[in-house]
């Protein structure tokens, strides 16, 4: 809507304008009219208009006078300058400085609203293009705790105030069409930003503070006719500081995520009517993780699930926000990651199909999520489960094969259970079983076995030579060793051999 105002000392030409251009069109709206440019000016601030027809010649201040002043404090404002002919050639040059369009007296009721047509489709061309500017900063805004001075002096807000607004609702399809409708029937009051699918952040511009219940107004209107799918709908504090953008969006995602604990189809709260502190905190994760790590440890699924569940049980009680819920998804991820070595490849390719985080967060139940989340956590630790099930056939040859390859390295258990994707425990355990010998064992029997080959092979090497050559760098403990598993020293098989 092109807001206009109309500054001509003579009462009849100011009214029976305002009355042509209102009955012209709905897009058009008569703000004011005033006999003189010095009221026009003592009405700024508050006045807000985007286009004054004014004539020239006024008692205090003339036409000309008000545009140079509007052009300097307001240069968005365009000016229409009405002169009579003999008047033209006076006002020609002023007209081409301050780049204002012009109406000969009398005025043409065609070429005016010609006039003011083009003007309203260059403004509305003109806030599209300030909207999609703004529009990149605010989500910025939304996402940096403490902003830099550059981007916060690049921000221009349409009001003095603003309160945000966060709509979550289960399709995304009418989330859309609720802001694209209210876009058309509430042009530029609102920035409509997209964080992410099926939430979307609209930031509401006023000339002063909203109460609460013009923020339930505004929440009905967004919301329109009741809703079919499930909605939320949050809202902030009214600020006029543009660095508390932030704490604002906050505020509202908060309001808006209380809804996930509502039976209710459609949910709106504001900020104040939630008594919560918003800490994230990590003691229901806390309360669990010794249990949670044993079990992941020995692959006991169904053990790590119930803790997963208990878990969330206890966020249920506490009521968490969803950016709470996704921390201690982190938390058991991470953990998974350190017990399992394969956690992460085999995670990553779970959720390829899927953006985990954003479709959590689009959750409109606390249930919903918890669900999404333990269905694709236990699919990987299945997963992981059967390829280790099923590598345990061929674990043990292929820790023989590293043994025999790698014989005078230094083997730790740990090790060679990650080379096979078992536990430590369980590795040991499986060697004993198909192989009648601990691992310990195994390893000194290939030692020795590779000893003898040299001692017999190669005459020229040293037995202290031999002995680290096969792992064992100390001379004494090698004798020992030899003694004990072949029945004689080194040196005498060394002789016998020979």
């Known amino acids: 809507m092109l807001r206009i105002v109309i500054v001509d000392d003579e009462v009849l030409i100011r009214e029976g304008l305002a009355r042509m251009i209102s009955k012209e069109s709905d897009n058009f709206d008569i703000v004011g009219t005033y006999p003189d440019g010095r009221q026009v000016l003592d009405g700024l601030p508050e006045l807000h208009f985007d286009v004054v027809i004014t004539d020239i010649r006024m008692p205090q201040i003339d036409g000309l006078e008000l545009i140079k002043r509007l052009k300097a404090s307001h240069p968005h404002i365009r000016s229409i300058l009405m002169s009579g002919f003999v008047e033209f050639n006076y006002a020609r040059e002023a007209i081409r400085s301050s780049a204002v369009d012009y109406l000969l007296k009398p005025i043409d009721k065609e070429q005016l609203f010609e006039l003011l047509y083009r003007l309203n489709v260059e403004r509305k061309q003109q806030l599209e293009k300030e909207a999609g500017y703004r529009s990149g900063l605010l989500l910025s805004l939304l ?10 002096t690049g921000l221009t807000l349409p009001q003095p105030y603003f309160t945000t607004f966060v709509l979550k609702e289960s399709c995304q399809e009418t989330v859309c069409f609720c802001a694209d409708s209210l876009r058309q029937e509430k042009e530029s009051l609102f920035d409509d930003i997209e964080v992410h699918k099926g939430l979307h952040v609209l930031i509401w511009y006023s000339e002063r503070k909203l109460t609460s219940d013009e923020m339930k107004d505004i929440a009905d209107l967004i919301m329109g006719e009741p809703p079919e799918h499930v909605q939320h709908l949050g809202s902030s504090c009214s600020y006029n500081d543009p660095s508390k953008l932030r704490q604002a969006y906050i505020e509202a995602k908060q309001a808006c995520d209380a809804g996930i604990y509502s039976p209710k189809t459609f949910h709106y709260a504001n900020i104040q009517e939630i ?31 119930e803790s997963v569940h208990k878990i969330f049980s206890e966020l249920r ?11 201690i998804c982190h938390l058991i991820e991470e953990t998974a990651s350190k017990e399992l070595q394969e956690f992460k490849a085999v995670y990553k390719r779970v959720i390829t199909h ?5 479709n959590i967060q689009s959750c409109t ?4 999520m918890e669900n999404l989340f333990t269905s694709v956590f236990s699919s990987a630790l299945n997963e992981i489960r059967t390829g ?10 292929t820790v023989k094969r590293w ?10 258990l740990n090790h060679l259970a990650n080379i096979v994707f078992l536990t430590p425990s369980y590795l040991s355990k499986l060697f004993k079983q198909e192989t009648g010998m601990t691992l310990t064992d195994y390893i000194i029997e290939i030692r020795i076995r590779k000893a003898k080959q040299l001692l017999k092979n190669s005459p020229d090497l040293k037995v202290h030579e031999i002995g680290s050559e096969v792992g064992y760098p100390d001379p004494a403990y090698f004798n020992k060793l030899f003694k004990r598993v072949v029945g004689v020293t080194p040196n005498e098989y060394k002789r016998i051999s020979i």
Request: glycine content about 4%; aromatic content about 6%.
């Open 388 to 397: 280790r099930l099923e590598m345990s056939g061929t674990a043990v040859e």
């Open 275 to 305: 008594s919560k502190s918003g800490t994230v905190t990590t003691a229901p994760f806390s309360a669990f993780s010794e249990s949670l790590i044993h079990d992941l440890q020995i692959l006991n699924v169904s053990g790590v699930m």
């Open 317 to 327: 009680v506490q009521q968490a926000y969803s950016d709470q819920i996704l921390h």
């Open 143 to 152: 996402h940096i705790e403490e902003p830099s001075t550059i981007l916060m």
């Open 365 to 368: 139940s606390f249930k919903e």
């Open 403 to 412: 043994i025999t390859a790698n014989y005078n390295q230094h083997a730790e």
């Open 354 to 358: 899927i953006r985990l985080q954003e």
